[in-house]
Every structure is written in structure tokens, then in C-alpha cells.
């Protein structure tokens, strides 16, 4: 398919003319009540019974000093800045009331734009989960002034809109005319995503119940929740499908989520209704059958939906929802993914393993990344899976703590859209207004929720991340303090600060943790298997002030882009290292003749000075999680011509085997080496394998040998 115009690309145009494994299967239907009008900042419905692992509550975990705090704090700061009242300009003007005289934020929440209030609505979910976080008074009368003030623009469109509305719980900051045109199939950008737009608001609204205990919020919410049913119930499934079909028009976020979210609170069978109307079956259908259908299509436009594929089969228990979900996150982890996690070129999924074919500096929209870990999350309450685990930690280490900029801010969320990974690309920030400024603010306020998890009947806790961090579990009275420098490297230490009782601790050992994984409790080493990508247990009776040590060493590794193992990124334990470098094109990198006996990367990418920094030919590489305007190489060009072992300089071509694999590269996987002669033996075996293959002439490889036999390489 040809390539549309971006979203990014609009706000630039315009920028420049104008001023300024199988799920469980069991389900049953919610059927909670509606809240009570004395919610209270816990009023999220209990989990569904589909899930065998729950998170716990945004407030019950707080974060402990380090980088993700600091990040966390500059995102704060914009949060109790910015005045609510610009917030609200798109929405007030649209109802007919005083606007107070404040500007609309600008980018795409202008008073003209045809996506205006989607960044409300994401504001709505910062200034929630801060208040969670916190428990800062004044951001709790923010928090319900927003809601105050949108419950008055609903009930202004319900009595006096022009036009008016089809039903008086329509909500938005444009007029209803955004839906009607969609219904007749009109093409962005005269229609820009109005249900993406009504997403944000309404989830919005739902944190600020949920997370802030705001009644009013879901009052609201649910008569949204009711229009949404009046427009789309009576709508023919063909109309739908095609709707939903439309490039970015089309485009509803996760309103299928939502408004199974929205039933889960209020038990209304019109609220699920809806939210089924939201299946966009080729896809789903495609996804649930395992077939590869994303090339070509819009990232973020389509991730979202996958899940509220999970959450329509929690309380439809059709498998269908889960086997889309799950294979779908499998076409895109991996086969789409760049080394930091992101995924999408110009807002696109590309072809399968097209990785180099696609670097340059409009790589992984951020809000794709946002809504991947969301649905990783949500996969991980079914099944937990450590592959979920690992993608989260990726994702959330190296593209969404590097996507804030490290200055201070009360202005703009400065956070990144795309995040380019070609050679010399450099990051973008500020965003004010668009879909990833909204997301964006939403990144920093919640690093929290991922890293302790627990299981359905309580009796196991899930330490998934190992971030400085404090639990409080009331249920079985514990408050469990985690220290740590992550992401550096260190020992990670959990104390039970209060409580005691049977649990079982699972420990999640990363797969980057191919160095050891070792596990103390009260200074005694403990007797486990350590597996990297998996979780270990261990089962005891806990007691006030038992401590739980870990040490995972870094090492430094490569990891290769699939579509040409020799461009490659260079990772230190979870950390992705980045060249620095304004060079336009790849730089070249070559290792294995600096090799020891060990075969060990340290040998030859040295420590610069200052944790996570090293330098290698010339250059300094550091953890890109530093967010500043420095030109990077998240991507190398491998060069390893020739089979050399240290100064011992066979003359022989490094050739490859049919999988990309050099000679070099199959020999060195081997190491470490604990001899001389063993490395030799190792040469010799090789070299016959590879003359066996037609890779080598017996010349060559009787060469490569005596190479070796003369190389005397040290430990």
C-alpha cells in the first residue's frame, strides 16, 4: 500500500505555517454495582476471575530515589503546573460556556482541531495517577475541578449544543458531527480519530474515579458509555467493520477497553455491548488465527484494540479475544522490534524482520511502546509468561525513561514522538498536544505499576522489576522495601519491613542474566536453579526484617537486527548502550581481534568513568535512557573480514554460513576458553566443520589453525 500522510507529518506542515501461552478460559460477566457517591480513591472493580496474577493499586507501591524517581518528579512538577483551565478551553468553547480567557495547549488540541480533547483526557489520567502516587491535596482539587468542569460542558451540549446532541451523554470538545461524518466513511484528516478522541476522555474520567476517587467521574463516563451504545448499537456489523477499516479516521484507541472497563463498574449489559461493537474482525479474525496481516498498517491505530481483546474475553470467555491477543503481541515482539523495544516506521508496521531495511529517524512512535507494555500487562495477568516480563523491562528501561528530556519543565510534557534507531538520528522532545505528549505524560506518572505483582489467592508475590521501591500489602500485611540503583548495576535488596507469614517469593531471573543470578536470604546463599527468562521461588515463613539479596552481574552483549546480523546493538545487562556520534552513517565496529582466552566484550569496550559509560574505537557509549540533544547510534556495522586471533593473522576470509553466523562468531560462542590448548581444539574442530561445508579449502583451514596454534592468546 502506498504511504499515507502521518499524523507527525500534519503537525509538522501546520507547525510551519502557523504562529505558535493459552489464557484461562473460565470467564464470567461482571456484575459489580455502580459506585457509590462516597467512592474512595480505591474504586476500581475487583479483578476479573480470568486472571491468575493481579497488579496492586498505583498507591500501594511507591518508588524509591534513582532515575526513574527523578523522571517521575519532572512529569510531577508539569502536572501540578499546568493550569487546568487550557485543559478545558477546547471543551468549554465547544459547550458555549466561558473559556476564562485561557489558550487551548496547541499542537493538535487547538480551538480548531479536529482532535481536540483527546489531551484532556490524558491529562485527566496524569493528574489521577499523581494524585495516587502522592496524595497531594492540591492535585486532588485539580483532579476534581477537571471533572467539575467537563460534567458542566455535558450538561451544557445536553441542553443547549449546536448542534445539539443525538444523546445527552455526549461529551467531547467538537461538535457530534466528527461521528456522523465517520458513519459515512470520511477520510482523515477532514476526520481525525473522533472515537481515539472519546477514548481518551472517557478513560481519563475512569482513572480519575478509579485512582481518584471521583464519583462525578463515572457518573460522567457512564452516560458517555451510553451514548457511545445509542450510536453504534444499531449500526450494521458491516458498516462497522468498514468504519474501523478507514486509516487513522478510523482510529479508536483502545475504546473497546474501556467501555469493558466501563461495564466492569457499572454492570450495564449496553456498556459490553458497545464495546463488542469495536471489533475490527479481519484483523481479529487474522490475529486469532495466527496470520501476519500487520504490514502496512498504522502501529498505534491497531495496537491498542489487542488490549481490549483481552478484556472483552475476561467477561465473554471467547477464546478468540485471547488467541488474537496473544499471537498478535508475537507478531510484533521480536519480528517488528528495535533494540530498545519500540516498534513502527513513520507510524507503520513494516514487513517481518525488517529491521535495517527500516532505520532512520521516524522509528517507534512512543505511544506504540505505551500501549505494548499495556497489552504485556494484560497478557501476564492470564498467563505469567517471564517473556511478557522481559518485554516490559525492555520497553520501559530503554525507550519510555529515555523518551522524557532530563530538564525541568512546567510548560510542556517534553517527551518524544518518534524515537529514530539509523545512525545519527537524535531525539525530538516537547509535544505539547500530541497523541505521545499525552501518552508521554502518563509514562512518568506510573513506572510503579509493573513491578510487584501477586497472585489471585494471595499466597505468592511476583517481584518483576527491580526498581528502588516500597510495597504495602495490607491484604496480608506486609510493607516490603526494595533498594536498588537499577538501571546500574548492583545488588538488589527486598526487607520485609513489616509482617511475616507463608509466601512464596517469585524472583524474576531476566534473560539478559547470563553472568549468574545469585540469591541470599539473611546472608545465606540459597540452593536455587537460577534460569535466565524465568522466575524462581523461593517458600518460607517470612518474618519482620528477613533480607533477600540478589546480585545479577551485567555483562556486555550484542544483539543482532534480523534482517543483517551485522548490524548490531550493544547492550550492558538491560541497559542498550548508544554510540555517541553525529555521523550520518553506520559506524564500524570490529572486536573479536582484541578477544582473550575469555571472549569476553570487556576486553575490548572499556569503562569510561561514570557508571553505565564506556568507550570503544574512538567513541563513548552510554545508556540511552540519558535523554538530552546528543546525536546517537543505537546501531553498529559488524566488520570481521578476516580470521585473526589476537596478532596471529590467518589471511582467511571470516566466511558465513547460510543462518549469517561467521566462523568467528560460531568459535567465540564457545568461550570461555580455560586453556590454550582447549582454544586451539576448538579451532581445529571448527575449521573441520567449516572445510567439510565448503567454507574453507584445506589450505584455508590448515592457515586458520596454525593461526591459532601461534596465537598464545592470554586470559
Request: hydrophobic share 40%; net charge neutral; proline share 6%.
Amino acid at each position: 500500500m502506498s504511504q499515507p500522510p502521518t499524523r507527525r507529518r500534519l503537525l509538522s506542515l501546520a507547525a510551519g505555517t502557523a504562529a505558535a501461552v493459552p489464557l484461562v478460559h473460565a470467564a464470567t460477566p461482571a456484575h459489580a454495582a455502580p459506585a457509590s457517591p462516597a467512592a474512595t480513591p480505591s474504586a476500581a472493580p475487583a479483578p476479573p476471575p480470568t486472571w491468575a496474577v493481579r497488579p496492586f493499586a498505583l498507591d500501594q507501591v511507591t518508588l524509591g530515589d534513582g532515575v526513574f524517581r527523578r523522571k517521575r518528579d519532572l512529569m510531577l512538577d508539569y502536572a501540578r503546573s499546568y493550569p487546568a483551565d487550557r485543559i478545558l478551553a477546547v471543551f468549554r468553547a465547544n459547550a458555549g460556556l466561558d473559556t476564562r480567557g485561557a489558550r487551548p495547549p496547541g499542537g493538535w488540541e487547538t480551538s480548531d482541531g479536529n482532535l481536540r480533547g483527546h489531551f484532556g483526557g490524558h491529562f485527566l489520567t496524569l493528574i489521577a495517577q499523581a494524585y495516587a502516587d502522592t496524595r497531594e491535596a492540591a492535585l486532588k482539587t485539580k483532579l476534581d475541578y477537571l471533572v467539575g468542569a467537563l460534567g458542566e460542558c455535558q450538561q451544557a451540549l445536553a441542553a443547549h449544543g449546536s448542534p445539539k446532541p443525538s444523546h445527552p451523554g455526549f461529551l467531547a470538545a467538537y461538535p457530534e458531527t466528527q461521528f456522523i461524518l465517520l458513519e459515512s466513511y470520511t477520510t482523515y484528516p477532514t476526520v481525525w480519530a473522533p472515537y481515539y478522541t472519546c477514548h481518551k476522555i472517557m478513560r481519563g474520567l475512569l482513572d480519575a474515579h478509579t485512582l481518584g476517587g471521583n464519583a462525578q467521574a463515572l457518573t460522567i463516563a457512564s452516560k458517555m458509555g451510553d451514548w457511545v451504545h445509542s450510536r453504534l448499537g444499531g449500526l450494521p456489523k458491516a458498516q462497522l467493520e468498514r468504519m474501523w477499516s478507514i486509516y487513522i479516521a478510523g482510529e479508536y484507541g483502545g475504546m473497546n477497553e474501556v467501555m469493558a472497563d466501563l461495564y466492569a463498574l457499572t454492570g450495564r449489559q449496553e456498556h459490553l455491548a458497545a464495546a463488542r461493537c469495536f471489533d475490527n474482525t479481519a484483523l481479529l479474525d487474522a490475529c486469532a488465527e495466527d496470520r501476519d496481516i500487520l504490514s502496512g498498517r498504522h502501529a498505534n491505530q491497531h495496537i491498542p484494540q489487542f488490549t481490549g481483546y483481552v478484556r472483552l474475553f475476561d467477561h465473554t470467555g471467547e477464546e478468540r479475544y485471547a488467541a488474537a491477543a496473544r499471537n498478535f503481541w508475537g507478531m510484533v515482539v521480536d519480528p517488528r522490534m528495535y533494540s530498545h523495544g519500540g516498534t513502527g516506521q513513520g507510524e507503520m508496521f513494516r514487513a517481518r524482520g525488517a529491521i535495517v531495511a527500516t532505520l532512520d529517524d521516524k522509528n517507534a512512535e512512543t505511544c506504540a511502546t505505551y500501549n505494548m507494555l499495556k497489552l504485556s500487562r494484560q497478557l501476564f495477568f492470564h498467563e505469567p509468561d517471564p517473556a511478557y516480563m522481559d518485554y516490559y523491562e525492555r520497553g520501559l528501561t530503554n525507550h519510555i525513561l529515555a523518551s522524557r528530556r532530563d530538564a525541568p519543565s512546567t510548560t510542556s510534557p517534553e517527551v518524544t514522538y518518534f524515537v529514530g534507531m539509523g545512525p545519527g538520528v537524535v531525539r525530538e522532545y516537547d509535544n505539547t498536544g500530541t497523541c505521545c505528549g499525552g501518552t508521554g505524560m502518563e509514562n512518568h506518572t506510573k513506572y510503579q505499576d509493573s513491578v510487584y505483582f501477586r497472585s489471585a489467592d494471595g499466597t505468592a508475590l511476583y517481584v518483576n522489576l527491580y526498581l528502588a521501591s516500597t510495597l504495602r500489602w495490607p491484604e496480608r500485611g506486609f510493607v516490603i522495601e526494595q533498594t536498588s540503583d537499577y538501571p546500574a548495576e548492583g545488588v538488589r535488596t527486598l526487607t520485609f519491613r513489616e509482617g511475616g507469614g507463608q509466601l512464596d517469593l517469585r524472583l524474576r531471573v531476566p534473560s539478559w542474566a547470563t553472568g549468574g543470578f545469585t540469591v541470599t536470604v539473611n546472608g545465606v546463599r540459597q540452593r536455587v536453579e537460577a534460569v535466565p527468562g524465568s522466575y524462581l521461588t523461593l517458600s518460607r515463613n517470612w518474618r519482620r526484617g528477613d533480607r533477600v539479596r540478589i546480585s545479577a552481574p551485567y555483562r556486555l552483549r550484542i544483539e543482532r537486527a534480523l534482517d543483517d546480523p551485522t548490524v548490531q546493538s550493544v547492550f550492558f545487562g538491560p541497559v542498550l548502550l548508544v554510540a555517541r556520534s553525529p555521523e550520518a552513517g553506520f559506524r564500524t565496529f570490529s572486536f573479536y581481534k582484541d578477544f582473550t582466552l575469555r571472549g569476553d566484550l570487556a576486553d575490548v569496550i572499556r569503562p569510561e568513568g561514570r557508571p553505565l559509560h564506556f568507550t570503544t574505537h574512538g567513541l563513548t557509549l552510554a545508556p540511552f535512557h540519558i535523554a538530552d540533544d546528543t546525536r546517537y547510534h543505537a546501531y553498529f556495522k559488524r566488520a570481521e573480514p578476516v580470521v585473526v586471533f589476537g596478532t596471529a593473522d590467518s589471511g582467511v576470509p571470516n566466511r558465513a554460513r547460510a543462518d549469517g553466523a561467521t566462523f568467528l562468531d560460531v568459535l567465540w560462542q564457545q568461550a570461555p576458553f580455560t586453556t590454550s590448548g582447549s582454544f586451539v581444539r576448538a579451532v581445529r574442530t571448527l575449521a573441520d566443520g567449516w572445510l567439510s561445508e565448503g567454507l574453507f579449502t584445506r589450505a584455508e583451514r590448515d592457515r586458520v589453525v596454525a593461526a591459532a596454534v601461534g596465537a598464545n592468546l592470554r586470559h
